[in-house]
């Protein structure tokens, strides 16, 4: 992973903001973002928001888009999805 890129980024929102795939690297919000019924916040594009990935580290991660929104994510020991979209 090249660190301190930036790269267009279309982040999976349907279920909220929870998790993201970076090249083999799995991350996970560190504060997961929901309208509370499991669906994105409101202002949030749903299935997925359009923006940028920032790789800062090896371990972080920070979504930005034009809207305003900014997420930070963290990486994960996770090698394949394990569980189920929307779980």
Avoid at 20 to 46: C, H, K, M, V
Avoid at 52 to 77: C, I, K, N, W
């Amino acid at each position: 992973m090249n660190t301190g890129r930036t790269i267009p980024f279309d982040l999976y929102t349907h279920c909220g903001i929870r998790e993201a795939w970076i090249g083999l690297t799995y991350f996970e919000a560190e504060a997961r973002l929901s309208d509370g019924s499991g669906n994105p916040p409101e202002g949030w594009g749903n299935p997925i928001q359009r923006g940028t990935m920032t790789l800062a580290s090896e371990t972080e991660a920070v979504f930005t888009d034009d809207a305003g929104h900014e997420v930070r994510f963290r990486a994960q020991p996770r090698t394949s999805p394990s569980k189920p979209l929307c779980a």
